[in-house]
């Protein structure tokens, strides 16, 4: 997860791919758009992340300090002049945002224009979002819920200390690790472009089922629209359903949500704690004067509630990873196909591959506002089918980089496309082919998949005895 979230979400850090929030934002592409060879002189795309409204977000290597960040272009507002008023704003909104030391605020490395488009550079988080989570649990516990809801509020109070605003306070873009620590991304980037810039190009500054009602009518948000965003966070964590019900229409949300607004937590059929329930209901009150906004009052609620939170959501953490990994081993020996007609595809640039092997939704399916877009099918096809032994060589090696670095749900999806690749194109007793699947079982057995590792670590050991002993099936 980098400093981003999955929509490009990533003031910061985020997990591999940002989900989309259509059709309010631009229209979902079939593929990851085209990243410069080369940030500044400085940064190397090497994985797209995701997208969102403000821009596109890549994993990159810092070539200077050899160290992975996460690079995200604010192509909302492509086009700034180095002399102009909005530059001096996004530079000093930069080190504003600079200036926010908390660990539960995604960590901005460096800021600047690269041929007309700013870029922020912030760490890269290994683990999930919010949006994420509940997308594959659903409703969670208690104490989880108050945890992460904890968690927001300190980083909310930080910034606020800071003299930043967040401005788009939803799940995309709270970033949870696998030890379980909350960190908020994607902090002020409406602010660091210059409202004006972003009226322009038509973008929408804020997603609208999370989105503080005085912001739809068209008041500029203050501390109270992102209290309102940890209220509508924590109506999600608690009920496993968005506000406004399943609609993408944004005529249909802003109807609702300035309408009956958010529907109360106090009297419902959710049984959790009274404290709870009336707290998440004051944080959604649409009039912001009667909004509840004391940091140390909200926490008061929430604290004595966290207990055991912490560890219960590493676990989930660390579980979704590892099914992700297993479901990817698992799905390994049958993700390779064959090159299209005509050989390989030169042309397709190397990054598509590294989108985890999912198949897309079917084309009638409902829009999940929680999941990133993922590459077709057909370009998945050519991307494995473009793979050599010398690009298969050198993502091995890559992979093997994110396992000692502990990125080891990203380090299993590459491994997972990896693998099969080698099979098919080397043989299952080639060094390169064994050698990957020793680390993708490396990755499955530290993420407690023992039983999916030790089958796959007795397959390499099989295929090694008999090279050893020279009988080769």
């Not at 003299?163 to 379980?180: C, E, Q």
């Not at 080397?426 to 390169?432: A, I, K, R």
Request: proline content about 8%; some cysteine.
């Amino acid at each position: 997860m980098g400093g981003t979230g999955r929509d490009g979400s990533t003031g910061g850090a985020l997990p591999a791919g940002e989900p989309v929030d259509a059709p309010v934002e631009a229209p979902v592409e079939a593929s990851p758009p085209a990243a410069p060879l080369l940030v500044a002189e400085r940064y190397r795309p090497v994985r797209f992340l995701g997208r969102g409204g403000m821009g596109v977000v890549h994993e990159a290597e810092d070539t200077r300090l050899d160290r992975r960040v996460a690079v995200k272009m604010l192509t909302a507002v492509e086009g700034l002049a180095r002399d102009s008023e909005a530059w001096d704003r996004f530079r000093r909104e930069a080190r504003a945002l600079a200036r926010i030391e908390h660990p539960g605020v995604v960590t901005l490395y460096d800021s600047g224009v690269h041929d007309g488009t700013p870029y922020l550079v912030m760490q890269v988080l290994d683990g999930t979002t919010l949006a994420e989570l509940v997308a594959d649990t659903g409703p969670l516990p208690t104490a989880v819920v108050c945890t992460v809801a904890f968690g927001m509020a300190e980083a909310l109070e930080a910034a606020h200390t800071a003299g930043v605003l967040h401005r788009d306070v939803k799940p995309t873009n709270v970033g949870i690790t696998r030890s379980g620590r909350v960190v908020l991304q994607d902090f002020g980037l409406a602010r660091l472009a210059g409202e004006a810039a972003i009226t322009r190009t038509g973008a929408l500054v804020g997603t609208p089922q999370f989105m503080a009602p005085e912001a739809m009518r068209g008041v500029l948000p203050e501390r109270a629209a992102d209290w309102y965003g940890l209220g509508v966070c924590t109506y999600l964590m608690i009920t496993g359903e968005l506000p406004f019900g399943p609609t993408v229409d944004f005529g249909a949300i802003m109807e609702r949500a300035l309408g009956d607004g958010v529907p109360p937590l106090t009297g419902s059929r959710h049984d959790r704690p009274e404290s709870l329930r009336r707290l998440v209901d004051d944080l959604c009150r649409q009039d912001p004067a009667a909004r509840r906004q004391d940091p140390g009052a909200i926490r008061d609620v929430l604290l004595p509630l966290t207990y055991g939170g912490t560890e219960t959501l590493a676990a989930l953490v660390t579980g979704r990873a590892r099914e992700e990994a297993v479901r990817d081993a698992r799905a390994a020996p049958y993700a390779v196909r064959a090159a299209p007609p005509g050989g390989a595809h030169e042309d397709v640039p190397e990054y598509l591959w590294d989108e985890a092997p999912v198949l897309p939704e079917p084309r009638d399916a409902p829009a999940d506002p929680f999941r990133p877009a993922t590459l077709s099918d057909t370009t998945r096809r050519i991307v494995l089918g473009s793979m050599t032994p010398q690009t298969a060589l050198s993502r091995q090696r890559e992979a093997v980089n994110l396992v000692q670095r502990g990125r080891l749900r990203e380090a299993a999806q590459m491994l997972s496309v990896v693998v099969p690749v080698c099979l098919s194109t080397l043989g299952p007793d080639h060094p390169t082919t064994l050698t990957s699947q020793y680390w993708h079982a490396v990755c499955l057995a530290r993420l407690d998949a023992g039983r999916d590792a030790l089958e796959l670590f007795s397959r390499v050991n099989a295929r090694v005895a008999r090279r050893t002993d020279g009988h080769d099936d």
